[in-house]
């Protein structure tokens, strides 16, 4: 059995100094004989110990990697298709070295976040949980005949995505209508955990593949404060499409078309242009914000296509229904393709405003809708087939697994994983053995998901119990910097415990880093699904929970400091949940502002009539004041929406 010690990082420092260090122009094409492999949009240059990403403008850019990390990478990409075992790669990169598993760990993640790769999702690198790590993505000598592009198909390596290919084919068939200049409008439905997450991001990661010309931006719409703020995953969607190099373009199209979206980003323009920006929006109305929106999309799709990806809208907040329906009911050409995601009975019961919207497009055939159905039985086998790596699959276990979770790919994945949990099924050699007649199995039906959540989350340790519940506390979406100090944990020991539960496919994955408008960078993670952040959420005492929200609140509150605005609502719902009713009071006050920035007074009102009632579980001391403020604002609002309305 091989010993390990601490040591390890020697050997970083003293290997090739050839290795990429930032952006440079690609090498001629007299580098790229032989030792050269390329996989997708990389290129990996064995020689000179180069990693090249080919950009959609066609240069190639040098991507920054360590040389252990790079070593790694070529002794993966050199066995591709195959299990490369821990040993394995230790024993061959660290011979003279005794090191422990975690610096591994460290270099395969650093290669992920270069090429882009989800642990959960991997398209490069697939980790084999106590076993070793397997080079998915297809590999081929760069001295073969060049590859070309196969038209959008199921054919991108996700080895635990199944089935669906109806689905994947009607939504590659919207893509040529788009790049001719045709609006695509796609909504994804169905029961929660029915995989419509999973469907966009597979067809996603087919674009980027086969269509790397095109743009994309994904807006995530959030339960409780997202539906709160006026075109939330709007204006997240818009932040991505100005980061980078190529970003400027946009910003400078805002700037001309649409100033009234541009001045909701004060850190894209400096003071003097906000204070111009400011006057020349004077007396704007949101009609006027949502055509400036629909003529900018104009201009930005002009040249490049643009898919845009909207995740969980039984969350959306109305103007972004509104910018839905504007943008469907559009007349001139677009390069533009939306996606939304939502569960239908959520929209039904909350008497949604998308469920209308989504039915009258439906009538004048202006969208189309995707209706995700439950997985099959063979479609469960594939599944199966898939995790043990081979294609055999014990008869009838396929049939149990299917019958007990009715199709739905979440139930399936928890019941597979409850099963091995308790030895009732194992992998071994690549096969599935079945430790337990199948006819003695009794498995939980689909209703009592809960309680396998909750044996899940038994079976962590105290430390990545405790990480959790706070996470679940911050949010289905949380940052490192905002729960670290909460879970008694500094970032650094907070990050390696999200990373753990990554690697090992337990409900949290991870997510683009965050920088804080004080301008602090934190990792961030997110819960694979709804129902874990909610089973651990209502694990924890009132008490308990409140307290969460209030550090929480007061580390955001911090990190935000220097544009509070940015989060007023979700600072509002901490320090509401928390019981700490004027700091609540105060952001309500400072998230109807935003509202009426962006030209919705209706929310503005609805968010200061919810200050309203918190007002009356103060001291009325500390009450009259801001009552007075409150009421007064509320009475501009009115007789402004009044005027507006009959034209006065």
Same mark, same amino acid.
């Given at each position: 059995?091989?010993?390990?010690?601490?040591?390890?990082?020697?050997? +970083?420092?003293?290997?090739?100094?050839?290795?990429?260090?930032?952006?440079?122009?690609?090498?001629?094409?007299?580098?790229?004989?032989?030792?050269?492999?390329?996989?997708?949009?990389?290129?990996?240059?064995?020689?000179?110990?180069?990693?090249?990403?080919?950009?959609?403008?066609?240069? +190639?850019?040098?991507?920054?990697?360590?040389?252990?990390?790079?070593?790694?990478?070529?002794?993966?990409?050199?066995?591709?298709?195959?299990?490369?075992?821990?040993?394995?790669?230790?024993?061959?990169?660290?011979?003279?070295?005794?090191?422990?598993?975690?610096?591994?760990?460290?270099?395969?993640?650093?290669?992920?976040?270069?090429?882009?790769? $989800?642990?959960?999702?991997?398209?490069?690198?697939?980790?084999?949980?106590?076993?070793?790590?397997?080079?998915?993505?297809?590999?081929?000598?760069?001295?073969?005949?060049?590859?070309?592009?196969?038209?959008?198909?199921?054919?991108?390596?996700?080895?635990?995505?199944?089935?669906?290919?109806?689905?994947?084919?009607?939504?590659?068939?919207?893509?040529?209508?788009?790049?001719?200049?045709?609006?695509?409008?796609?909504?994804?439905?169905?029961?929660?955990?029915?995989?419509?997450?999973?469907?966009?991001?597979?067809?996603?990661?087919?674009?980027?593949?086969?269509?790397?010309?095109?743009?994309?931006?994904?807006?995530?719409?959030?339960?409780?404060?997202?539906?709160?703020?006026?075109?939330?995953?709007?204006?997240?969607?818009?932040?991505?499409?100005?980061?980078?190099?190529?970003?400027?373009?946009?910003?400078?199209?805002?700037?001309?078309?649409?100033?009234?979206?541009?001045?909701?980003?004060?850190?894209?323009?400096?003071?003097?242009?906000?204070?111009?920006?400011?006057?020349?929006?004077?007396?704007?109305?949101?009609?006027?914000?949502?055509?400036?929106?629909?003529?900018?999309?104009?201009?930005?799709?002009?040249?490049?296509?643009?898919?845009?990806?909207?995740?969980?809208?039984?969350?959306?907040?109305?103007?972004?229904?509104?910018?839905?329906?504007?943008?469907?009911?559009?007349?001139?050409?677009?390069?533009?393709?939306?996606?939304?995601?939502?569960?239908?009975?959520?929209?039904?019961?909350?008497?949604?405003?998308?469920?209308?919207?989504?039915?009258?497009?439906?009538?004048?055939?202006?969208?189309?809708?995707?209706?995700?159905?439950?997985?099959?039985?063979?479609?469960?086998?594939?599944?199966?087939?898939?995790?043990?790596?081979?294609?055999?699959?014990?008869?009838?276990?396929?049939?149990?697994?299917?019958?007990?979770?009715?199709?739905?790919?979440?139930?399936?994945?928890?019941?597979?994983?409850?099963?091995?949990?308790?030895?009732?099924?194992?992998?071994?050699?690549?096969?599935?053995?079945?430790?337990?007649?199948?006819?003695?199995?009794?498995?939980?039906?689909?209703?009592?998901? $809960?309680?396998?959540?909750?044996?899940?989350?038994?079976?962590?340790?105290?430390?990545?119990?405790?990480?959790?519940?706070?996470?679940?506390?911050?949010?289905?979406?949380?940052?490192?910097?905002?729960?670290?100090?909460?879970?008694?944990?500094?970032?650094?020991?907070?990050?390696?415990?999200?990373?753990?539960?990554?690697?090992?496919?337990?409900?949290?994955?991870?997510?683009?880093?965050?920088?804080?408008?004080?301008?602090?960078?934190?990792?961030?993670?997110?819960?694979?699904?709804?129902?874990?952040?909610?089973?651990?959420?209502?694990?924890?005492?009132?008490? $308990?929970?409140?307290?969460?929200?209030?550090?929480?609140?007061?580390?955001?509150?911090?990190?935000?400091?220097?544009?509070?605005?940015?989060?007023?609502?979700?600072?509002?719902?901490?320090?509401?949940?928390?019981?700490?009713?004027?700091?609540?009071?105060?952001?309500?006050?400072?998230?109807?502002?935003?509202?009426?920035?962006?030209?919705?007074? $209706?929310?503005?009102?609805?968010?200061?009539?919810?200050?309203?009632?918190?007002?009356?579980?103060?001291?009325?001391?500390?009450?009259?004041?801001?009552?007075?403020?409150?009421?007064?604002?509320?009475?501009?609002?009115?007789?402004?929406?009044?005027?507006?309305?009959?034209?006065?």
């Amino acid at each position: 059995m091989r010993s390990y010690s601490l040591a390890g990082s020697q050997g +970083d420092i003293s290997a090739s100094a050839r290795v990429a260090r930032g952006i440079e122009k690609s090498p001629s094409p007299a580098t790229k004989r032989r030792k050269v492999k390329e996989f997708y949009s990389f290129r990996l240059d064995t020689v000179n110990q180069c990693l090249w990403r080919r950009k959609d403008t066609g240069d +190639d850019e040098r991507v920054r990697l360590t040389p252990k990390a790079f070593a790694v990478l070529c002794y993966l990409v050199d066995r591709a298709g195959r299990l490369v075992m821990q040993d394995e790669l230790l024993n061959a990169l660290w011979s003279d070295t005794f090191v422990q598993p975690e610096v591994l760990k460290s270099h395969i993640l650093d290669i992920r976040k270069a090429l882009g790769d $989800r642990p959960k999702d991997p398209q490069f690198i697939e980790t084999l949980p106590r076993r070793g790590y397997q080079f998915i993505a297809p590999v081929r000598d760069a001295s073969a005949p060049p590859f070309t592009a196969p038209r959008l198909a199921v054919d991108l390596p996700s080895r635990k995505f199944v089935g669906r290919s109806t689905e994947i084919d009607e939504l590659c068939n919207c893509l040529p209508r788009t790049l001719g200049n045709q609006r695509q409008i796609v909504f994804i439905t169905g029961e929660a955990g029915i995989g419509k997450t999973a469907l966009a991001d597979k067809f996603q990661r087919q674009v980027r593949l086969d269509a790397p010309g095109v743009r994309i931006a994904r807006g995530q719409c959030v339960e409780g404060y997202g539906g709160e703020e006026a075109y939330y995953p709007v204006l997240e969607a818009l932040a991505q499409l100005w980061q980078g190099s190529e970003g400027e373009p946009v910003i400078q199209i805002l700037a001309a078309q649409a100033p009234t979206w541009l001045v909701q980003f004060p850190g894209l323009v400096n003071r003097e242009r906000r204070e111009t920006l400011q006057r020349e929006i004077l007396g704007a109305t949101r009609e006027r914000m949502l055509r400036e929106i629909g003529a900018a999309l104009e201009t930005i799709t002009s040249e490049r296509p643009l898919l845009l990806v909207f995740e969980d809208m039984q969350w959306a907040d109305p103007s972004t229904v509104d910018l839905i329906s504007a943008l469907a009911r559009g007349r001139q050409p677009a390069k533009l393709m939306l996606i939304g995601t939502y569960r239908p009975v959520d929209i039904v019961l909350s008497d949604h405003p998308l469920e209308a919207l989504k039915r009258d497009l439906l009538i004048h055939h202006l969208c189309r809708e995707i209706a995700l159905k439950p997985l099959g039985e063979a479609e469960v086998a594939e599944y199966l087939a898939t995790e043990s790596g081979g294609p055999a699959v014990p008869e009838g276990l396929a049939g149990l697994i299917f019958r007990h979770t009715e199709g739905n790919p979440l139930f399936m994945v928890t019941v597979v994983e409850h099963m091995r949990d308790r030895g009732l099924i194992a992998v071994e050699n690549g096969t599935w053995r079945i430790m337990v007649p199948l006819d003695r199995i009794d498995l939980e039906a689909p209703e009592r998901l $809960r309680q396998m959540i909750e044996l899940q989350i038994e079976n962590l340790s105290e430390e990545e119990q405790r990480v959790l519940e706070v996470a679940s506390v911050t949010g289905a979406l949380f940052a490192t910097a905002a729960c670290a100090t909460e879970a008694n944990k500094n970032t650094d020991s907070f990050d390696a415990l999200c990373e753990g539960l990554t690697r090992r496919h337990q409900i949290v994955r991870s997510a683009e880093s965050q920088e804080f408008p004080d301008g602090t960078r934190s990792a961030r993670y997110e819960f694979v699904h709804a129902l874990y952040r909610e089973v651990l959420y209502q694990r924890l005492s009132p008490e $308990r929970r409140a307290k969460i929200h209030l550090h929480v609140g007061k580390r955001l509150a911090a990190l935000y400091a220097p544009q509070p605005g940015d989060a007023a609502p979700e600072l509002a719902q901490h320090f509401e949940h928390a019981g700490d009713w004027l700091r609540a009071i105060k952001y309500l006050q400072l998230a109807a502002d935003t509202a009426g920035d962006r030209f919705e007074p $209706r929310q503005a009102a609805d968010i200061l009539e919810n200050a309203l009632g918190l007002l009356k579980k103060l001291p009325y001391g500390e009450r009259a004041k801001q009552e007075t403020t409150i009421l007064n604002r509320l009475a501009e609002i009115y007789i402004a929406w009044v005027r507006e309305a009959t034209g006065a």
